[in-house]
Structure formats: C-alpha cells, structure tokens
C-alpha cells in the first residue's frame, strides 16, 4: 500500500519508529510489574519512566499520571460524581458538557443522564463561554468537561477562560486534550485543568493505551472504575499493558520534541490544501474556518454531496480520508457537531474529514487535490443532469 495517501491521521496516527522500538523491547522482557524480582522491577522501570515520559508532555507530575486502556476509557474515570479534593468531599451532582464533545463523554460516565446538560457552541463550533457561566452559577460544584480541540472540526476551545469560570464557581474542569496533544502546545497547569485525557495512538503511540492526568495530587477518585489488584495506585487494577506504555511514553518525547516542527509543516500543507480545495470547487465549505483550529484538520463540505461516496471515491484513488469521526463511522449519523454549529443537515451528510501528520507530503496533498478534481467534476457534471 506505499503509493496510498494517507490522510485520516485523526482516526489514529501510524506508530512513530521510537514508539515501535520501545514496544518491541518490551515485549520481548518478561516481567510482571508488579512483581518483587528483577524481571518484575524491571517492567515497573519500564511504566515509571514512561510515566515520567507522558507527564513531561502536558507539563504534569509523574504521580498525576494514571494509565488506561484509551482516552474512552479516561474518559470514564474522569467523568464520575465521586471526585473529591482536599476541601470538598461532597459527590458533584452535575455534569455540564459542551454540545460537541467525542461520544465518549457524551456518553456521560457515571453520571446519571438526569443530571448530564450540554452548552451550547457558536457557528464557527467553539464554546459559548456566557452560555457557560450561566449554568454553572445554577449549578454549584459541578463537573465541567470541555475538549481542547474538536476531532472533527479541529476548532480550538477557550479551555483556559472556562477553567477561570468553573474555578470560580467551585466546580472542577476535565478537558479531553486527544486531539490537541503533540499538535498544539497544551500544558495542563497553564489550561486551568483539573482533569485531563490522552490517547497514545494520536500521538505516534500504540492504539489500546491512554492516560488520565490529574491536575494536582489533591484530586482524588472515591470510586475506581476497575477493582482487583490495586494496580495504578488503586484507581485501575490489572497487569498494566507494559508495552503499550512504553510505547506511549517514547511517542510522548518525541511528539514533546518535534511539536512545533510538525506543526509548522502540517499547518503548510494544511493551507496548500484548503486553497487548492476552494480553487477547485468554489462551493466547498470548511466549517470553522474563521475560528483558531489545529495546523492538522479540515472539515469541509459541498452541497449536493454524499460523504460516504466521497470516501469511497477518495480511498479508490489512493486517499484515505473520512466521513466525520471514526469512532461513529459504520452507523451513518449526521455529526452533532456540525448540527451544534447550525449546519444544515444536507450540508452535514457531504462532510469529509482530512486530517494531515508528521509524514504527510506535499505529494499527498497534490494527490489528494487531483482526486478532489475528479469527484468534484463529476458532481457538478451529475448537478449539471439533475438540472436539465
Ligand atoms: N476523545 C477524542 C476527542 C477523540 O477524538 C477520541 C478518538 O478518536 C477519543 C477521545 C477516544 O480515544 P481512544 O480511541 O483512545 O479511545
């Protein structure tokens, strides 16, 4: 497959080399980590440096960091009444969520659905901070969950001004970083977060691993998500996943190290794309295009078209794109993020999703172009029938 394009890198990026070395070195040792002998000590290392690793990321201390089995799954920890800090120890009785959040924390955790309230976003797909701030002072101590940046759109959330508005009211903050990590700078200090999930597969790493990182020591979980043996510092038992790990803590440095390299690069091609998108069909639409996005990502849209011929179009050609999420493709639903933008659903079913990374080349971009040109000549040819 070395002549495919592939663009779907928010589906999942492909495994960075130093990631593939540190898997492989540690799945050829032996060794339960929690074991007392050497092999044992030597996988704990393994986790504790790739701890550190992770932590060096998003700006956290090693002890903040817990380790899951995905960002779902971090999600789920995070998002639970029994959230307790040094000061407050009472259960959070509600969950205020943004309308655009991954289907993993619209899922609500642990929270019963009664007490779960979206907040509205503007057309451009970013949070409506005094739609926020209302709700919040009707609702004390909440648990507030807000991604950094959109999987979809790529829109960047005012995360920081949130966590002024949540702090203030006694509420605490979880931000959903997945996307943003190793794309834009994101230090969990300076984000205000309380709560914050990772996923090593977006990042360079293994798919299967994630993170939940705590803001501060004080944070406390009175009710893990898995019992048994205690792994994880009580919050999440079973023999952690070694290598996974260590592959997500080797992606974790490099992705620490070439951020603004690959920023730089993805947003280059990004822009080459997008104009030679609208040059080629001056109907295409790119949702959030006037709002702060990530150097990586375009949703776009024209009318008339069907997202999943698009897709298919596309991968015939040799380019790997998608239909929105991944995580919802295979059920053919319009995004409730572009209807939380107000987008019209016939609008809505023509999305595609482009999303670029550290290997993508300018090759990739003309070639992605070229089928665009096809497929865009082609809808307007079959416009061109429906109409006489
Ligand atoms: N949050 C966001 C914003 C995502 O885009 C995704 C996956 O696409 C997830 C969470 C889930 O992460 P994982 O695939 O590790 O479960």
Redesign the pocket.
């Known amino acids: 497959m070395t002549d495919r394009s592939y663009l779907d890198w ?2 999942t990026a492909p495994l960075r080399d130093e990631a593939k070395a540190a898997l492989d070195d540690a799945l050829a040792a032996a060794g339960n980590p929690s074991s007392v002998h050497a092999e044992g000590r030597a996988a704990r290392r393994v986790i504790e440096a790739a701890r550190e690793q992770v932590a060096a990321l998003v700006g956290a201390r090693a002890s903040e960091v817990t380790f899951t089995s ?3 799954e971090a ?1 789920m920890l995070a998002l639970t009444p029994a959230i307790e800090t040094a000061t407050e120890k009472r259960p959070r009785s509600r969950l205020l969520l943004s309308a655009i959040e ?1 289907a ?1 924390v619209r899922a609500g955790g642990r929270f019963p659905r009664e007490v779960v309230a979206e907040i509205a976003v503007d057309a451009d797909g970013r949070l409506n901070v005094a739609a926020l701030a209302d709700v919040v002072t009707k609702a004390p101590r909440p648990l507030v969950s807000l ?1 950094l940046a959109n ?1 979809e759109t790529g829109v960047i959330q005012p995360v920081a001004e949130v966590a002024a508005v949540v702090h203030a009211a006694g509420g605490l903050l979880h931000v ?1 970083a ?2 943003a990590v190793g794309r834009i700078d994101c230090d969990t200090t300076a984000l205000g977060a309380d709560l914050l ?1 990772l ?1 090593a ?1 977006k990042i360079g790493g293994p798919r299967g691993v ?1 993170a939940l990182v705590r803001g501060s020591e004080d944070i406390h979980f009175a009710d893990p998500l898995i019992r048994g043996g205690g792994q994880e510092r009580g919050l999440r038992a079973g023999t952690e996943n070694v290598a996974g790990i260590a592959g997500f803590g080797a992606a974790a440095v490099v992705a620490r190290r070439a951020r603004t390299a690959d920023a730089d690069h993805m947003r280059a091609l990004r822009d080459r794309l997008e104009a030679g998108l609208q040059a080629i069909s001056r109907q295409a639409v790119i949702f959030g295009a006037d709002a702060d996005r990530l150097p990586n990502t375009t949703l776009f849209a024209v009318p008339g078209m069907k997202a999943e011929t698009a897709v298919i179009a596309f991968d015939l050609e040799g380019v790997a794109v998608s239909s929105g ?3 919802s493709s295979g059920r053919v639903q319009p995004s409730h993020v572009l209807a939380a933008m107000g987008v019209s659903l016939s609008l809505t079913r023509g999305a595609v999703r482009v999303s670029l990374g550290w290997t993508t080349t300018a090759a990739d971009i003309e070639k992605f172009l070229t089928a665009w040109r096809k497929l865009a000549t082609a809808l307007s040819n079959e416009r061109q029938i429906i109409a006489a």
Do not use: K, L, P, W
Request: aromatic letters at 0%; hydrophobic letters at 25%.
């Open positions: 928010n589906a995905s960002g779902t999600n991954h993993s991604m999987n959903d997945v996307q999930t996923s597969h994630g999420a991944a995580c």
